[in-house]
């Protein structure tokens, strides 16, 4: 790409940016030494290799490394800090909030016209994921409900570009496939945040990408506050999906188990990103939700290969207690990083938003989240974490090795068995 066409992207993308809350401008970052990212994907079945239960032998990993409940404080921790890419959403790390997790691709040229044949798109594509998780995307798959924050207005007319592109089958409200509600089930829908209006747009193309079938509520939270998007997630159990996902983050605080209440919902698997930036975060620290980390994922002359991505939440939780179905994780307290997939933007998916410029690749957790909770409603048995830690074979191993790793936890999706 010529040097005008990738100043013209970035200048487009951090312009729309800019629009929700004026994140820092893009500045190139190192990625991590090789010797740093290996030290947290240390296997679980040998725990002594992170120094006993203490994760401040990883330096970023370690709960305390973060004066009071400020992620910020850790160095890289602000939008600039991916390299090659952008976050969506501004940063403000404020108790109680929560940020959602589009990463935006500067390295790949938006295209701006909805119409594009995919062989022309960049990023993976539905057959991609269906085939790397070894997803049967014929299944009915049921209900699947997606809890963001703030007003997508263009939502369903973005998604119909999508999977019009890609040959899905139609999901309208028209055809009573895609509902889209504010979070008391109504339709007073809250003010437009351009972050997150990416954020929903790429929700429900992945829903779509992993779950052709499945019906799709869309609930709409007043704000990113976490009493709001837990009153989203209690509405959208009240519809009685297969599986919830929720792609947002933010720091964790001490009154945070008061807000668990919303991710427990019997029979409906709820999934979490675990966030874009080394740390523990809630709602991942959360006992009773799925959290989902990140890898990266690329496919050389058929052959797909995935590693884990450094970039994403992990760590030991500062106040939920470890879960007995967790096992020998390295913690104490709760690891928050249970299953994986793709979140690296430089091997990201592509998704349209028509309010960010049209077609792009993006990455983040909030790539994830919504693939496994598309692959839980396939499953027809979502029965949430515990289930999956008792089926760890059932797994993906991340970078050829087998076990619990810091990043991925017990791996991405290989089949349905772990689901």
């Not at 006993?52 to 973060?66: E, F, K, Y």
């Not at 501004?90 to 909030?97: D, P, R």
């Not at 049209?358 to 515990?386: C, D, E, F, H, R």
């Amino acid at each position: 790409m010529s040097r005008l066409r990738t100043l013209t992207t970035v200048a487009l993308i951090c312009a729309l940016a800019a629009c929700s809350g004026s994140p820092a401008p893009f500045v190139p970052v190192q990625s991590q030494s090789s010797a740093s990212a290996k030290a947290p994907h240390t296997t679980a079945d040998n725990p002594s290799a992170l120094p006993g239960d203490n994760p401040s032998a990883l330096p970023g990993d370690n709960p305390s490394a973060l004066p009071g409940d400020n992620p910020s404080a850790l160095p890289g921790d602000n939008p600039s800090a991916l390299p090659g890419a952008q976050l969506a959403c501004a940063n403000t790390f404020a108790q109680g909030q929560a940020n959602c997790t589009v990463a935006i691709n500067l390295n790949s040229p938006v295209v701006k016209n909805a119409q594009t044949p995919a062989n022309l798109l960049a990023g993976l594509h539905p057959a991609d994921l269906q085939s790397r998780y070894g997803l049967p995307s014929a299944n009915a798959g049921g209900l699947v409900a997606i809890v963001d924050a703030y007003d997508d207005p263009t939502a369903e007319v973005d998604l119909a570009a999508y999977r019009a592109a890609f040959g899905l089958p139609s999901c309208t409200s028209a055809n009573g496939c895609f509902t889209k509600v504010d979070q008391r089930g109504g339709t007073s829908y809250p003010q437009t945040n351009l972050g997150w209006s990416q954020e929903i747009a790429l929700d429900l193309d992945m829903v779509s990408a992993v779950c052709p079938n499945c019906s799709i509520l869309l609930v709409e939270a007043d704000s990113a506050s976490f009493d709001d998007l837990g009153a989203g997630v209690d509405l959208a159990a009240t519809h009685h999906p297969a599986a919830i996902s929720n792609s947002y983050y933010g720091p964790e605080y001490s009154g945070e188990t008061a807000e668990d209440v919303h991710y427990k919902h019997p029979g409906i698997a709820i999934t979490v990103s675990s966030g874009d930036q080394r740390s523990p975060f809630y709602p991942a620290a959360s006992p009773y939700a799925t959290s989902v980390g990140g890898t990266s994922l690329t496919n050389n002359s058929g052959a797909w290969s995935e590693s884990a991505w450094p970039y994403d939440g992990a760590g030991c939780s500062k106040y939920e207690a470890k879960p007995s179905w967790q096992g020998n994780t390295g913690c104490k307290t709760r690891s928050t990083v249970d299953v994986a997939a793709v979140a690296d933007p430089q091997t990201g998916v592509t998704t349209f938003d028509s309010t960010a410029g049209g077609w792009y690749v993006v990455g983040g957790t909030s790539v994830a989240a919504p693939i496994v909770a598309a692959a839980y409603a396939l499953s027809s048995n979502p029965q949430g974490p515990a289930y999956s830690y008792a089926h760890r074979s059932a797994f993906n191993a991340i970078g050829g090795q087998s076990g619990y790793f810091w990043t991925t936890g017990l791996g991405s999706p290989n089949g349905l068995a772990g689901l």
